[in-house]
């Protein structure tokens, strides 16, 4: 199993894998830039581990830990 | 009469630039997807319309497609690309999708004041150059910029020139070239440029194939086969793949025009309000401190006030009433019930509005 991009923790820096989620997530997180090989950095985490900040293609996105677990690392 | 319309990113400023041109006061909320239909107003014997913040043209969300069948259908004279430039890559990943659609595009790169903040530089000519869209510099909410701005609208409605497509990589490009030359491209309906339709037979895009008559059966098996390569070349579904040489575009446009001068500074108040172990601890302190200051400080003083005022108001009444010999009953109904019910109930709305004025 490959890493996914909810078990980061803050300041951890990954490279994007595939997408394992229905067409409509997958493209949607697609379109907010999480393409194979982009950079993603966790920036902050909620008080209580969720929702999750990411920084990617030079902004920033808010994440749930649902739709973190989807994007897969390498 | 033309129309121009106004496409970008959600919280990139149309509906501000909107308003600007218009002079209508549509609600600008701070944050993402608050036009959710699409608006219009006049400036300049120009119709302008106001469409619903996008991050692609997918055939999923209603506002995607709404934007999208607007521009398709509508076939405004211009597409206003109003672009974060604080945000440069990602919204040249909409650019790119814009920039198929065979309309003429504006590039409006808006927030140029907050750009100096964040020490980034965007050479424009080189942007202009890159994209085959006219660019223009502006500040929609401090008014900056809307004279040049008048100008390109003008000169680009004139010109009347659809931009460059973004070229992907060779082997997406030889297959796209293959689709186009079948008969059957020539069925899609009027205003959809070819290149586009053959990207959407790619991507099986539901909603462009819902519009069209059925595939006939070898053109299938070919486009069948077309996507299996694909798959098999990139490991994933045409879809992504098109998705992926979208932003491949944009990286690289978005590389040679922009430079960062320094790195923002990162610390901030936000570091602590909104970091993980300091968040709750001082919204107790923040919380704490109200409560103090409201019931404590300023709801000690003038709740003393008021009881002075109704224990006072009271004892005088019962020494008036007393000597004029009214009956205990009805003074009591008097003092004890309605004096005193009066007094500690305003004492209390006192002291709850100064909480939460604080």
Known sequence: ?74 | MQTIALIGNPNCGKTTLFNELTGITAYVGNWPGVTVEKKEGMWNNIKVLDLPGVYSLSPYSPEEKLSRRYILDEQPDLIVDVIDATNLERSLYLTSQLAELGRSVLLVLNMQDLLEREGIVIDTKRLSLMTGCPVVSISASKGIGLESFKKEVEHALKENKAPACPLFSNYVENLLTTIIEDDYLHLIPSGRPQRWAAIKLLEEDELFLSSMPPIPEAFAEFLHQAKTNLRLHFEDDPEAIIIDQRYKVAEHIAKHCQTKKFQKKRFNFDTIATSRFGAIPLFIAIMGAVFYLSIGLVGGYTTGILENFFAYLGSNLSILLDSLGVFPLLSGILIDGIIAGVGSVLTLCLNSSSFSSC
């Open chain 1, 1 to 74: 199993m490959a890493k996914t991009m909810d078990e980061l923790t803050v300041g951890q820096r990954a490279e994007v894998g595939a997408i394992k989620a229905p067409k409509q997530l997958k493209r949607r997180l697609m379109d907010m830039g999480f393409t194979k090989g982009v950079d993603v950095e966790v920036v902050k985490m909620a008080p209580m581990g969720d929702p999750m900040e990411v920084a990617l293609r030079g902004y920033n996105l808010c994440l749930r830990k649902a739709e973190a677990r989807v994007i897969e690392l390498r």
